[in-house]
Each structure stands twice: as structure tokens, then as C-alpha cells.
């Protein structure tokens, strides 16, 4: 079945450096794929999104590229801050018995010290 | 207004108590979903709603019952819970049920303790 693997955390960086988040999938199709942030005690956000390849999803500074050749879909920021400390997941839409369903990474914690 | 609300925030139950989660949004979205999230885990998908419809259960046992009153409300009924379905309980909707291109958006979510 379709599927979604995120780098292990914690990501721990300093404020202003630089972030990538992996993030590959397995999929059939063509899914499109998300990137959702949650922060402390607080349901997911969208962050952004991307629907066929070689579409970049931005939001925020935060940017992703669909890359099919290699079915990834990396999480990028060039200058992280404090306010960035959330745990953040990677998803594909996928269909299943005629309705859509996401698949979830794992989830990636990101530490971000002033 | 790309808001979904849900309460309670947070709440505390027994063994025997019935309790209710609700969900709520104004989007005009036709598709409703209820995901329980463990701690350091990804949220599982338990029911879709399509249209007021109930359209996917996954295997969800029964002592969790959905219900969707109207378009814009979906309920989760709570009744003889286990400790270990102490859980965040996050509702999410969407324009339809039926696209890849459907974002979801999630609401805050209850964080459930079962005592």
C-alpha cells in the first residue's frame, strides 16, 4: 500500500540555520502530497501542499518541491526561529474504497533554540 | 474562515460514563472526519462522513458511535471506554471525500483521559 517515511527526530538547530525535513513516499498513482505542523497541545495545520510533480508548495518561508524521480518531498526553510519548534508531518492523499484518505508519516520533531 | 472547532478542549471520563465530542465548521465542506492521535504518534483515520453519510469506519470498535446531525456538526459518542482510548481526538473536513487535490483542515482537537 501507499506510503510515507520521514527522517527520525528531534531536529534540533539554533535560530537563523538551515532546515530540511525529508520526507519520501511509496505510492501508486499520483498522490498529492502535504506537509501539516502541529504545535504543542494544538491540532495539525496545513502548511503546505503540492498536487503533481515538480510543483513547489511554499507558505511561511517553508517550501517543498513534489519530486517524482525520486518520490520526495523534502521540508525546506533557509532561517528557522524559535517560533518553528513543532512537530511536523508528511502526507499523501490517497484513495481508498472511493474516498480520499491521508497517510501520515511519522512525524518529525523540530527543536529550535535562541 | 477556515475554522473547525471542536469541544470540550479537554475532558475526563470513566469506564461507565456516555460522553459526547462535537465538531463543528462553517466552510461549506461536505466531508467530515474523526482521527485519534496517541502521544509521539501520526493521527489514525477512524470514520468519514460524505455528505451527512457515513462512509468509511475504520474498524473502529463500537463503544465509539459517529453521528452527523447536519452538514456543518458531526459528534463522536463516547459510551464504556477503555483507558488506552485515551487519546487526542481530532475532527477535520473537507470540500468533498472523493479527490486527491482535498485539503483537509483539522480542528484543535479533545484530549481525552480515561479513568
Known amino acids: 500500500g501507499n506510503s510515507v517515511t520521514q527522517m527520525e527526530g528531534p531536529v534540533t538547530l539554533s535560530e537563523e540555520a538551515f532546515l530540511t525535513i525529508n520526507c519520501t513516499y511509496t505510492?501508486?498513482?499520483?498522490?498529492?502530497l502535504f506537509w501539516y505542523v502541529q504545535y504543542p497541545g494544538e491540532g495539525l495545520q496545513l502548511l503546505l501542499k503540492?498536487?503533481?510533480?515538480?510543483d513547489k508548495g511554499s507558505n511561511k518561508g517553508f517550501e517543498a518541491t513534489y519530486r517524482k524521480e525520486t518520490t520526495s518531498f523534502h521540508l525546506e526553510k533557509g532561517s528557522v526561529q524559535v517560533s518553528d519548534s513543532a512537530v511536523y508531518f508528511c502526507?499523501?492523499?490517497?484513495?481508498?474504497?472511493?474516498?480520499?484518505?491521508?497517510?501520515f508519516g511519522t512525524g518529525t520533531r523540530l527543536l529550535v533554540s535562541p | 474562515d477556515t475554522e473547525v472547532t471542536q469541544t470540550p478542549k479537554h475532558l475526563v471520563m470513566g469506564m461507565t460514563n456516555k460522553k459526547s465530542l462535537k465538531c463543528e465548521q462553517h466552510?461549506?465542506?461536505?466531508?467530515m472526519y474523526w482521527y485519534k492521535q496517541k502521544a509521539k504518534k501520526p493521527p489514525e483515520l477512524m470514520f468519514v462522513?460524505?455528505?451527512?453519510?457515513?462512509?468509511i469506519n475504520e474498524s473502529v470498535p463500537s463503544r465509539f458511535s459517529p453521528e452527523c446531525p447536519n452538514s456543518s456538526l458531526l459528534n463522536l459518542h463516547l459510551h464504556a471506554l477503555q483507558p488506552e482510548d485515551s487519546a487526542l481526538y481530532l475532527c477535520?473536513?473537507?470540500?468533498?471525500?472523493?479527490?486527491?487535490?482535498?485539503?483537509?483542515?483539522f480542528g484543535p482537537g479533545t484530549r481525552l483521559t480515561v479513568t
Open positions: 477535520a473536513s473537507s470540500q468533498d471525500s472523493s479527490g486527491v487535490l482535498n485539503e483537509q483542515y
Open positions: 505510492a501508486t498513482g499520483y498522490p498529492s
Open positions: 503540492a498536487t503533481k510533480a515538480d
Open positions: 502526507a499523501l492523499s490517497d484513495i481508498t474504497r472511493g474516498f480520499q484518505k491521508l497517510v
Open positions: 466552510m461549506g465542506h461536505r466531508a
Open positions: 462522513y460524505s455528505y451527512e453519510k457515513l462512509s
